[in-house]
Nanobody, 118 residues
Framework: QVQLVESGGGLIQAGESLRLSCAAS????????MAWFRQAPGKEREFVAA????????QHADSVKGRFTISRDNARNTVFLQMDSLKLEDTADYYC???????????WGQGTRVTVST
């Protein structure tokens, strides 16, 4: 079983930066692709970024490319989402997600809210 705990959300002004953290625990974490999703009020949940525990492969949604960066700290089993130049439309609940690469299994964190104001 994999458990994910997000932190770092809050109220922030447009143009500023914020870093989210996702602490992962459980067995066989290396089998999982880690990702961030977000869900804005009244909208569907959407993909933000993804990374593996090994290697350099990472992906970012077009809407956040150049502003958000996903990274990881293997020693701490933690995945980060550095969010720079935040915009009003980045306001959402942000969720950490883990998808097993080999079997049909996935896990979600409880979410952390990011509110961007003028």
């Amino acid at each position: 079983q994999v458990q994910l705990v997000e932190s770092g959300g809050g109220l922030i002004q447009a143009g500023e930066s914020l870093r989210l953290s996702c602490a992962a625990s459980g067995r066989t974490l290396s089998a999982y692709v880690m990702a961030w999703f977000r869900q804005a009020p009244g909208k569907e949940r959407e993909f933000v970024a993804a990374i593996r525990w090994r290697g350099e492969s990472m992906q970012h949604a077009d809407s956040v490319k150049g502003r958000f960066t996903i990274s990881r700290d293997n020693a701490r089993n933690t995945v980060f989402l550095q969010m720079d130049s935040l915009k009003l439309e980045d306001t959402a609940d942000y969720y950490c997600h883990a998808r097993n690469r080999y079997i049909n299994r996935e896990h979600w964190g409880q979410g952390t809210r990011v509110t961007v104001s003028t």
